[in-house]
């Protein structure tokens, strides 16, 4: 089975940075994506990760160690519109993708 | 096409009918998922087809919930004897290689379902 664990909440200020991690046991790995969810709208694509080390796009980047287990979303320069819920989402062995609970990110004022 | 269109984007129905939700992927991709989402909470995994090999039917829930899907386009999700507890939204989503390891999916923007 999958076990993908992350936060379920997070604050930071506009401006700041915050780390969002994520922690996954997964029968195999074919890569990690990170997804961004506004309130009532669709999850759109961020991220992928397969490889260990930093994938750096603009305000964010993604980190890998699949010896550990371990990934992380890094957002930069926040801003109010940066305010929605991150998911992490791991492909197994089958290529379906499994997805953790969400991480809501506030940025207040 | 432009992206993932599903139908209805709201549907209310009350207890014990049945419900028909419609998942239209983008043109050519040949991987189509199925997934939950309840108030508040992650993603749940259904149903998962790639080409013509046989659906993974691992993740539904119970002999209630059914999905089929023609060639590589339209899908449907079908919900008997609809019960107060599979109130959700249901996401439906295309890539274009499920065996590409890094192709991301696309998701539509969902059928909110209420079971009243």
């Known amino acids: ?7 379920t909440e997070m604050t930071a200020t506009e ?4 780390q969002i991690n994520c922690t996954y046991q997964t029968s195999g790995f074919n890569g990690l994506f990170w997804y961004q969810q506004h309130a009532g709208e669709a999850p759109t694509f961020l991220s992928y990760n397969v490889l260990d080390g930093l994938e750096e796009k603009g305000r964010f980047s993604s980190f890998l160690s699949r010896s550990k287990g371990y990934s992380y979303l890094l957002l930069k320069e926040l801003q109010m519109k940066d305010s929605a819920s991150y998911l992490c989402a791991v492909r197994g062995d ?6 953790g609970a969400g991480t809501t990110v506030t940025v207040r004022a | 096409g432009a992206g993932v269109s599903q139908s209805p984007s709201n ?3 009350e207890k014990g009918k049945d419900v028909e939700l419609r998942c239209d992927p983008i043109s050519g991709h040949t991987a189509l998922y199925w997934y939950r989402q309840r108030l508040g909470q992650g993603l749940e995994f259904l149903i998962y087809f790639q080409g013509n090999s046989a659906p993974d039917k691992s993740g539904l829930p119970s002999d209630r919930f059914s999905a089929e899907r023609t060639g590589e386009s339209v899908s449907t999700l079908t919900i008997q004897r609809t019960q107060q507890e599979d109130s959700a939204v249901y996401l439906c989503a295309s890539s274009s290689a499920g065996t590409v390891h890094n192709s991301p999916l696309h998701f539509g923007n969902g059928t909110r379902l209420t079971v009243t």
């Open chain 1, 94 to 99: 089958d290529y379906k993708l499994s997805f």
């Open chain 2, 11 to 13: 549907k209310v129905t």
């Open chain 1, 1 to 7: 089975g999958q076990n993908i664990d992350q936060p």
């Open chain 1, 15 to 18: 401006g700041a940075i915050v």
